[in-house]
Antibody, heavy 126, light 111 residues
């Protein structure tokens, strides 16, 4: 079974750093892109960026470029999302998701998000 | 860049049919595949439609997707509505300049 398991909820203060994780299992971790998606309280889904663990190729949404860093450690099948200095506005649920498509070879445009991790709630408050 | 606009909410009685629209603001809706995700309260999203009109295994055939170039929109139709269908639904597509785009989301209420 393909599964993504995320790290637990975090409570941080403004200005602190944070790194959350997403561990993949049940598939070849290095062969599929992993995406990060933000959901602020009571709001919709926002795509943050993607990483290809095979070579660490990373792409960011312009809205999140420079605000977060996405990385991966393929030796332990884990992707990460990190902040160097949190703000109260970073309070949200963060999901990772595996990108997949129906062909053996496909473009990024052909991919969709499936499955999703269980989410990591990040609360930033003084 | 483009936006995907959905109605904020729809409601209907059990057994009835609801259709949720997803309108692309610029560029052709047919340019890239549209997916639909269901997010029940307190849960992660799951895929109910991929590649415009394909259902993942395990998703009942009460869920169907379509594309309408004349209105530049995609639609998700849920027939034979059940209380378990009560959830938020998001469409999603791809923009080569901004990569992935999610719709604004629609809350489906089963009366």
């Amino acid at each position: 079974e393909v599964q993504l398991v995320q790290s637990g909820a975090e409570v941080k203060k403004p200005g602190e750093s944070l790194k959350i994780s997403c561990k993949g299992s049940g598939y070849t971790f290095t062969s599929y892109w992993i995406a990060w998606v933000r959901q602020m309280p009571g709001k919709g889904l926002e795509w943050m960026g993607i990483i290809y663990p095979g070579d660490s190729d990373t792409r960011y949404s312009p809205s999140f470029q420079g605000q977060v860093t996405i990385s991966a450690d393929k030796s332990i099948s884990t992707a990460y999302l990190q902040w160097s200095s949190l703000k109260a506005s970073d309070t949200a649920m963060y999901y990772c998701a595996k990108l997949g498509c129906s062909s053996n070879t496909c473009y990024l445009s052909d991919n969709w998000f499936d499955p999703w991790g269980q989410g990591t709630l990040v609360t930033v408050s003084s | 860049n483009f936006m995907l606009t959905q109605p904020h909410s729809v409601s209907e009685s059990p057994g009835k049919t609801v259709t949720i629209s997803c309108t692309r603001s610029s560029g052709s809706i047919a340019s890239n595949y549209v997916q639909w995700y269901q997010q029940r309260p307190g849960s992660s999203p799951t895929t109910v439609i991929y590649e415009d009109n394909q259902r993942p295994s395990g998703v009942p055939d009460r869920f169907s997707g379509s594309i309408d170039s004349s209105s530049n929109s995609a639609s998700l139709t849920i027939s034979g509505l059940k209380t378990e269908d009560e959830a938020d639904y998001y469409c999603q597509s791809y923009d080569s300049s901004n990569h992935y785009v999610f719709g604004t989301g629609t809350k489906v209420t089963v009366l």
